[in-house]
Every structure is written in C-alpha cells, then in structure tokens.
C-alpha cells in the first residue's frame, strides 16, 4: 500500500475530543448564542436578524474518486457561503470524516464574524468532504480535491469564493484547487485560493500570521493591565502551527514560556523553556514527550499552572466550568477556534480574567490570507516586513476598537467582538438595501 498523502489529524488539523464536546455544550451553538446576544444588543431589526441567521447558499455534491484498487468510491461534499455582503467568502476547506453539513454552515458563520472583525473585505465560507485522507494516497488525495474543486467550481473564484486550507488540508492540496480552477478557467487564477506555497503565490509571512496576530494582541492586552511581554509568564497549550509560533515570538519579545502542551503531554519550567530548541525537538521526535530539559506535568495540569498569559492553541472546548475556576492567568488570548464554554467564559469573567476571543486573537491568519489574495490580484509581492507591519496595524486597531465597544457596552470582550463584526455586516447590509 502507498504512504498516506496527510498526516493523522492533529499535525495538520486537530478534531474536537469527542467526549468533551458531547459533556459541555457544541461550540458552534454556543457562537450563534453569542451572535444572538450581540444582535440584541445592537437592537438589531428582526428581518436583518433573521438574514444573518441563515447561510446564503449550502451546495452538497457526490465527490466520484478512483481508489487506487480500481474501486469507484462516491464522497460527500459540502461548500456553504455564508454571508457575502462584505466581499467574496473566505473560508478554509477540510477533509474529515466528522465533517457536517451543520458544522460547516457554523464555521462559515464564524468566518463571517472573524473578516468582518479586523475589517478585511471578505464574506465568510467553509467546506469540507467526508472522508479518511490518512488512509488515501498521494494520488487519491489530489483525486478528491480536484473532482470536489469541480463540483463547487461555478462558487468558487477570486471575486466569489476563495478556500484556504483547514483540517487535514494543506498547501499541496491549495495547489492542486488552484491548478484545477485554472484549467476550467483556461488561465492561471492564483488568487482562487490562500495558503498556497510561496513559490506559487503565497504570502511570506502566512505561515506565522496566526502565532504572531496572537502574540500582537497579547502585548496589547498586557499594556492595558500595566504590564509588557518582556517577563510575562506564558503559558501555552498546544504545539502546533498556532502554538509553536505564538511561543517562539512572545519568547523573542522577552516573555518567559513557563509551560507548553501537545497531544503527548505537557512539560514545565517556571525560569522559563528554551522554545527554539523545543521547536527542534518537535521537528525530529513529532511530539514533546521526552524532551528531556524539563518537567513533564499532566496535559490538564497546563491549563492551571501558575501564569499571567494562557494561550489555548490546541482545540474546542477545553476551558469549561470544572477548569476556569482554578485558572490562574489575568489573560486568556484564544488562539484556537472555541477554546471557551459559555458556562466557562461566565466564571472567567466573575474572576476578572482578560480574555481575548478566538474571532480577534486568532484573526491574524485570515487577515494574511487577505494580503495574499492582495498580493496575486495586483501581482506584486510584499516583503515579510511589510505583511508583519500591515498585521500589526490591522491587529492592533481591531483590538483597540473591541476594548472601546467593551467600555461602552459595558459588555466582555467576546459579546464586543460580535457586536463590531455583527454591525459591521449589518450597516453593508443597509447601505445595499436588501434585494428581497
Ligand atoms: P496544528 O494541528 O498545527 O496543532 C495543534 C496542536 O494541538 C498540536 O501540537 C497537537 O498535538 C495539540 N493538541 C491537540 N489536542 C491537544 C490536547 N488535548 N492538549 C494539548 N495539546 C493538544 O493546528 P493549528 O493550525 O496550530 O491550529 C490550532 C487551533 O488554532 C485550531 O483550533 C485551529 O482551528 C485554530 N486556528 C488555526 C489557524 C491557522 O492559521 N493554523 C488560524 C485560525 C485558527
């Protein structure tokens, strides 16, 4: 049998423990919760509402691939375009067995929210096909993409839709979307997709954008409560593209990584970890567990340890009610998707925890992607410094305008981050006039 063409979910993407999940609430009722709340708030007119509700268009197509055997198998395939007042939909594509119509619809509900928070000109999407990519091969692999690209290709496009990768994709499998768009197309359209290889059309800089957003508007939140990155104790649960970088760039601006986890446990040092020789470490051995320089403490432990920044980067729903009371950090920057309960984010608030919501914390990788598709639609490429300034200006100003919303709302970070977004979409809305 033929390599697997992806690597088991968790290196490139990671599931929902499924046992958590089903324990506290689903992460995506929660967010629609937290939309209704805003839209009451902003005193939102009932037919809006019941607009923003709703996804624009669901498109479900049969996905025919050759299996390697000779056998035909048929996948599903689903692509939903939320809300595209704003600009094209921006969302990623995942291929997973989990995937659902019900979850895709609310993750492109979540990227509506999350452009419209930093203010770059896209709608929100997402998409997904349900299948095992860890038992495909490399030519299976790029089989699917190319016949699901098909199947959704009269969506897509650099005006209408444009993917990035998601759980279990990648840039590979961005290059093989963009080739076949291409070929439909009759001309090479690099703009049809984000998170592509350099070579091709990436951004410099789109790989770190999500660790560096997080790492920007952790410094700011630190300034609010008197403090500055350099010392601050850090904590940060995962290891990953979001984890591993956000730990590393926070470490160059003088904080001190007290504890890092991963799917292989977690490991310990209140002077500090060395995150660059950690960042090795994982690259040889796949996994923190054994590293021998440090304490190695339980994975549950991390989220409780003596710290002033705590950044989830792993997975939904690990803060809950059982945890949050005994969190010790003064700020919480949420680098993954959901991190947070509602019933969580409750008990963190009574403490006076800075949390700083998924939609902002972690926005730095769509915003690059923005630059991305900037960069292939003017066909002019910005050096790293320039995509790391402009993140940083766009992060900096979504955060100052969430900490104003905040104050004058009176309201927490999270429902202030839904009601920037949820107006943003809102007045576009009334500015258009509704075609109904
Ligand atoms: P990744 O697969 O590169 O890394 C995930 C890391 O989390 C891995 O180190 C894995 O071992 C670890 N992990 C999984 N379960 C864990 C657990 N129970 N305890 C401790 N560690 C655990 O994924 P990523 O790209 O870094 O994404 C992480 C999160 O950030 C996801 O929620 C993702 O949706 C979100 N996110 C990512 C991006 C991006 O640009 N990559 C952008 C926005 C949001």
């Known amino acids: ?30 967010m629609m919760e937290r939309f209704d709340h805003a839209a009451q708030l902003l005193n939102l007119d009932p037919g809006l509402y ?28 689903y692509r939903v375009l939320y809300n595209t007042s704003r600009g094209p939909a921006k969302g990623g594509i995942r291929f997973d067995l989990n995937v659902t119509l019900e979850e895709v619809k609310a993750l492109a509900a979540w990227m509506t929210w999350k452009c419209a928070l930093v203010n770059i000109p896209f709608g929100g999407s997402k998409g997904g096909v349900v299948c095992d990519p860890t038992t495909m091969s490399m030519g299976e692999l790029e089989r699917v993409t190319r016949r ?14 444009v993917p990035a990768p998601d759980v279990n994709t990648n840039e590979r499998v961005m290059a093989w979307i963009m080739d076949t768009y291409s070929m439909h197309h009759r001309h090479t359209v690099t703009a049809v997709v984000t998170g592509k290889p350099v ?38 649960q995962g290891f990953g593209n979001v984890g591993s970088v956000a730990a590393d760039l926070m470490a160059k601006e ?29 690259k040889e051995h796949r996994q923190l567990a054994g590293y021998p320089k440090a304490e190695a ?29 005994h969190i010790k950090a003064k700020i919480i920057c949420e680098g993954a998707n959901g991190p947070t309960t509602a019933a969580a984010d409750e008990i963190l608030e009574k403490k006076g925890v800075f949390v700083i919501p998924d939609i902002l914390a972690n926005a730095g990788g ?62 576009m809305h009334r500015l258009r006039g509704m075609y109904a």
């Not at 996804?55 to 599903?76: A, H, N």
């Not at 003088?254 to 994982?282: C, F, M, Q, Y």
């Open 1 to 30: 049998m033929s390599e697997p063409a992806i690597q088991p979910p968790g290196h490139f993407g990671i599931r929902p423990d499924k046992e958590t999940f089903l324990a506290e609430e689903n992460p995506f009722e929660a």
């Open 50 to 77: 019941k607009v923003l509700r709703n996804p624009e268009k669901q498109i479900i197509v049969s996905v025919p691939v050759l299996r390697d055997s000779g056998e035909l198998e048929v996948y599903t395939g």
């Open 148 to 161: 699901y690209t098909a199947g959704i290709i009269e969506t897509l496009g650099p005006d209408s839709d």
């Open 199 to 236: 070579a091709m059309g990436g951004s410099l800089g789109r790989r770190e954008a999500t660790g560096r957003g997080c790492m920007f508007v952790t410094r700011e939140a630190l300034a609010k409560l008197g403090m500055g990155l350099k010392g601050a104790r850090v904590a940060v």
């Open 254 to 282: 003088g904080a001190r990584i007290v504890a890092v986890s991963d799917k292989s446990g977690a490991l310990h040092n209140p002077e500090g970890l060395d995150i660059a020789e950690l960042i090795k470490w994982v």
């Open 297 to 325: 403490f339980s994975k549950e432990q991390l989220l409780t340890v003596d710290c002033d920044v705590l950044v989830p980067a792993a997975t939904e729903n690990v803060i809950t009610r059982k945890n949050a009371p």
């Open 366 to 427: 769509v915003t690059v992607s923005y630059f991305e598709w900037v960069q292939d639609r003017g066909g002019y490429f910005w050096d790293e410094e320039t995509v790391n300034r402009r993140l940083e200006s766009i992060m900096v100003r979504a955060f100052n305008e969430v900490a104003a919303t905040t104050e004058k709302y009176k309201v927490n970070t999270r429902i202030a981050s839904y009601i920037v977004a949820v107006d943003r979409v809102a007045a």
